[in-house]
């Protein structure tokens, strides 16, 4: 079965980045490694989930204060 186009860009990109690996001990692998890692949730979300929660929490504190 010949490969589709998704499989041969998944078959270069692995190659790829086992060739950068070639040479290199575990060490420098794991330093590349832990820069690498990303938010799983992007900042304008997180802005957004704090406003609601603390937005809501100082509205409430100053409707009792007030009311």
Not at 25 to 34: I, M, P
Not at 36 to 50: E, F, Q, R, T
């Amino acid at each position: 079965m010949a490969q589709t186009p998704q499989q041969r860009r998944a078959n270069q990109k692995f190659a790829k980045e086992n060739e950068s690996r070639m040479g290199k001990s575990e060490d420098q692998l794991k330093k590349k490694e832990k820069r690498d890692v990303k938010s799983p949730i992007s900042p304008i979300w997180l802005a957004l989930l704090g406003f609601v929660v603390f937005g809501g929490l100082v509205f409430e504190v100053l409707s009792r204060l007030l009311g």
